[in-house]
């Protein structure tokens, strides 16, 4: 790369947001020389990429897709050291996720100005919906206010109908008649109600990522350079500007090869050269100059459990387990773009927000939190309930091999707790994360999921496909207890009673999300964007404080978190980083 050393941008990793504010940019200039360093391998056309249904083979345990970082033993999860994944593909998350399409409350954005007192790189509540028409192509119903219809990623229910989706909502309907049912509930106002659920998935059935929908299509620019398989161990600054990044192999060297294990490479010497961080990990690179880099550590908790369901339940299991099957099913999505092949198992879900009377009857802890944030920001949902028709994760779970199942998973949007990353090395970029990511600290965090699991377990048993619990995948209550997992023969009346629990059973089910909860790879908030007084790393324009040439643009930018799949908020980041940077560099890029 020796000719090509010296470019106009330079990004470190290529995530969502910098593959949106690369490709913007490119388009925008054909001349800007732009470079992109990731330290995963390249997407384009892998068919477990590619093809919707083949997500779970990122979360196989010889996948390449991700590196796993143990954080420290937590006392708050009875010793277990928790282990956090971070994607390393170009693409970032959007090339591996499960697709879900789940947009965040108004106020989430809103709280970002408000919060922090500046104007901060998202838009304001008048503006906002102009990203999404940038970003979005929503093709499930026409002509909605709060959807975009001209861009990129788009949005569809899928390859096919399983059903599983459907017997969830006329749960929902005839048990939980108060909680409303509509059609799309991913309009920044609907906390609380049961809808459809929708994927980020083409009308041709293939995945809908940010890198072939924005990087991609200039890869043919030689101006614009992909290197990947490499880890930025540096960014390089002089006189307070960063001027370039030093690399080296993602896999550390091997001591005994004489060949050269890293290179540095430059930016244009001037204000305008810019190197960007694509996530939490990375960004702490620069965390030697900037103290409060690696501190807001957030994410979203959850956990899951699975259900039996009879064998002529559709599901996606035939296409996960059973080789003959999968054939089959990719043969018609060749043709057509249908089918298992163009789906992720996920037709329906729940936002869940509480009522004041509902909070009242919940542990204190739970009320605690609700009184100090829920109840202030009407239109932030607590949790997401939703089932899958199938399990993703059959080499975990080997002794359930060729059964047809069902996954209930139940998520909190807004933890209480927070933690913190750090670099234990100035100079090794391969060595282990100082990390503490602190999930469960408050209690208020498992008072939540304790009351979700209730909740996701009482709507699974009323579901037409149930024939009782997998005992192994839910908390372990006694024998013969009422609220004791066990096989049946059919689901329970829907006017049933719900179970009772003991404060043993509370206490077990408790025990069971120490020792299982986990993030759910929507780690955002380690270089907020809020004023340096307040522990913030980066400026209203995304400028890194007290280094020139140095901006931060992705998840760790929030100095709040989102409820959403963070996909959608990084889109987003992306969309209006590429306007400031555009700005930056005197290139004209239209402002949505």
């Known amino acids: 790369m020796a000719e090509s050393a010296v470019f106009d941008i330079i990004f470190v990793g290529a995530g969502t947001a910098a593959c949106v504010i690369a490709g913007r940019l490119a388009a925008a200039d054909p001349s800007l020389k732009i470079l992109v360093i990731e330290r995963g391998e390249h997407t384009r056309d892998v068919p477990n990429v590619v093809q919707p249904s083949r997500f ?51 106020s989430d954005y809103d709280d970002w100005a408000r919060k922090v007192n500046m104007n901060i790189a998202v838009p304001p509540r008048g503006k906002r919906l102009n990203y999404y028409d940038s970003s979005e192509t929503f093709n499930p119903m026409p002509g909605r206010p709060t959807h975009g219809y001209s861009g990129p990623i788009e949005v569809s229910a899928g390859g096919t109908n399983l059903g599983i989706g459907n017997q969830f ?43 072939s929908r924005y990087l991609y299509p200039h890869s043919d620019n030689p101006n614009v350079k992909i290197v990947v398989g490499k880890r930025v161990k540096r960014v390089i600054i002089e006189n307070g500007c960063a001027v370039g990044v030093e690399y080296t192999l993602e896999v550390a060297p091997d001591p005994s090869d004489p060949s050269p294990d890293k290179e540095l490479i430059t930016a244009k010497g001037d204000s305008d050269g810019c190197s960007l961080c694509r996530d939490v990990w990375i960004s702490n690179y620069f965390g030697k100059v900037r103290d409060c880099v690696g501190e807001n550590y957030q994410d979203h908790y959850g956990a899951f459990s699975m259900y039996h369901v009879p064998d002529d339940t559709d599901t996606m299991d035939d296409v996960w387990g059973d080789p003959e099957a999968d054939a089959g099913w990719l043969k018609e ?38 009184e100090t944030f829920f109840k202030h920001h009407p239109d932030k949902s607590m949790a997401i309930i939703q089932p899958l028709a199938g399990f993703p994760l059959p080499a975990y779970y080997p002794m ?36 503490d990511p602190n999930i469960c600290s408050k209690p208020g965090d498992v008072a939540q999921l304790t009351l979700f699991y209730k909740m996701s377990r009482e709507r699974a048993r009323r579901m037409s496909a149930y024939r009782g619990e997998v005992a192994a995948s839910h908390p372990q209550f006694p024998e013969g207890n009422p609220a004791a997992c ?107």
Not at 68 to 89: E, Q, T
Not at 408 to 426: D, F, K, N, Q, R
Not at 560 to 570: F, I, K, P, W
Not at 582 to 587: E, P, S, T
Request: net charge negative.
């Open 56 to 106: 779970v083979e990122h979360l196989a345990p010889n996948s390449t897709s991700f590196s796993h970082h143990a954080g420290k033993p937590s006392k708050h999860l009875d010793g277990r050291a928790p282990v956090v994944s971070c994607v390393r593909a170009v693409g970032g998350g959007s090339a591996v996720n499960f697709m879900v399409y789940v947009r965040g409350a108004a």
């Open 333 to 370: 999505w060749k043709a057509h773009g249908t089918g298992k092949i163009a789906h992720n198992g996920i037709e329906a879900m729940m936002k869940v927000r509480l009522t004041a009377a509902q909070v009242a009857s919940t542990a204190p802890t739970l009320q605690s939190r609700w």
């Open 486 to 592: 066990r096989e049946a023969a059919g689901p329970v009346s829907m006017d049933a009673p719900d179970i009772v629990y003991s404060e043993a059973d509370d206490a077990a089910i408790v025990k069971f999300h120490l020792e299982k909860v986990t993030p759910t790879f929507h780690s955002l908030g380690t270089c907020a964007m809020k004023p340096r007084q307040e522990g913030g790393v980066v400026d209203s324009r995304l400028n890194v404080y007290g280094v020139k040439g140095l901006k931060v643009a992705d998840l760790s930018i929030c100095p709040t978190n989102v409820g959403n799949n963070t996909y959608s908020t990084a889109l987003l980041i992306g969309e209006k980083a590429a306007i400031i940077i555009a700005q930056d560099l005197g290139i004209e890029l239209r402002e949505a």
């Open 400 to 435: 359930l091999a060729g059964q047809k199942l069902l996954m209930m998973t139940h998520y909190i949007l807004y933890p209480e707790s927070i933690g913190s990353v750090h670099i234990a090395s100035g100079e090794d970029a391969h060595a282990p994360f100082d990390f």
């Open 169 to 211: 909502l006329q749960v929902g309907k005839v048990y939980d008649p108060e909680c409303p049912q509509v059609d799309d509930h991913m309009d920044f106002k609907t906390p609380n109600a049961y809808s459809p659920a929708y994927m980020c998935v083409d009308v041709t059935g293939k995945r809908s990522d940010a890198a």
